[in-house]
C-alpha cells in the first residue's frame, strides 16, 4: 500500500486538520539545507532526484507540513507534485490523493 492511497475517511480528514494547521512556505535555500541531512551521501539516487528537482524549479512555490504520522510533506505547488519524509524510516513521492489534498489547501493560502 502506497504512503496515501486506501487509507480510511477519517485518516484523511486527520492528515488534512494536520497539514492545514502546519503548512507554510518554505524557501529553495530551506529545502536544499534539508536535502543536505536527509541525504548525507550524495550519490544516493533520492539525494540526485531530489536535487534535480530543486534545479529543475528554482523560481517554485514549495511548502512543507507535517502529517498525524510525524512524516515531513514537501510539495510543489507549481509542478504540482511532492514528496514525504518519515525521519529514518522511509520516503516517497506524494500520490495522486495527496496531491489532489495539498493542492486544495495551498490554492487557500
Known amino acids: 500500500m502506497s504512503y496515501d492511497d486506501d487509507w480510511p475517511d477519517m485518516t484523511w480528514e486527520n492528515r488534512k486538520v494536520m497539514v492545514q494547521k502546519t503548512i507554510r512556505t518554505v524557501t529553495l535555500d530551506e529545502l536544499k539545507k534539508l536535502g543536505e541531512v ?3 551521501i550524495v550519490t544516493d539516487p533520492w539525494c540526485v532526484r531530489y536535487n534535480d ?3 529543475a524549479h528554482p523560481d517554485a512555490d514549495y511548502f512543507i507540513a507535517q502529517s498525524p504520522e510525524h512524516a ?3 510539495y510543489c505547488r507549481d509542478s504540482g507534485k511532492g514528496v ?3 525521519p ?3 520516503m516517497g513521492v506524494i500520490q495522486p490523493n495527496g496531491l489532489r489534498l ?3 489547501i495551498t490554492a487557500k493560502l
Do not use: C, M, N
Request: avoid cysteine; hydrophobic fraction near 60%.
Open 38 to 40: 536527509r541525504f548525507p
Open 53 to 55: 528537482f530543486l534545479a
Open 72 to 74: 515531513e510533506v514537501i
Open 88 to 90: 529514518d524510516k522511509g
Open 102 to 104: 495539498l493542492a486544495e
Open 84 to 86: 514525504w519524509f518519515l
